[in-house]
């Protein structure tokens, strides 16, 4: 079994920024890649970013791309996510998930560990 969890939340104003992380614990040689999902109310999950552990390779949604950064932290199995320019339609609940293919993956269904999110809220 994979944990995760995550942190980083918060409020801020439109414009500002946020760095959310994600700590992997348990079996987590099993995991080959991580990724960011968002959730906001009366809206399906929506994948935001991935990346792979090994070579970094990373994918993200055209509504983030520019803004947000995902990297990793091989020693410290963290996951992270820069979000620089928040926008109020970024507000959303964040989740980190793991998953154990070794391409980077966009599909929440191809995730098998998911942490229990951590609230962003961004005003205007």
């Known amino acids: 079994q994979v944990q995760l969890v995550e942190s980083g939340g918060g409020l801020v104003q439109a414009g500002g920024s946020l760095r959310l992380s994600c700590a992997a614990s348990?079996?987590?040689?099993?995991?080959?890649?991580m990724g960011w999902f968002r959730q906001a109310p009366g809206k399906e999950r929506e994948f935001v970013a991935a990346?792979?552990?090994?070579?970094?390779?990373?994918s993200y949604a055209h509504s983030v791309q520019g803004r947000f950064t995902i990297s990793r932290d091989n020693a410290r199995n963290t996951v992270y996510l820069q979000m620089n320019s928040l926008k109020p339609e970024d507000t959303a609940v964040y989740y980190c998930?793991?998953?154990?293919?070794?391409?980077?993956?966009?599909?929440?269904?191809?995730?098998?560990?998911w942490g229990q999110g951590t609230q962003v809220t961004v005003s205007s």
């Open positions: 990346i792979l552990w090994t070579g970094g390779t990373t």
């Open positions: 348990g079996r987590a040689f099993s995991i080959y890649g």
């Open positions: 998930a793991a998953q154990r293919s070794s391409l980077v993956a966009r599909n929440s269904r191809q995730y098998d560990y």
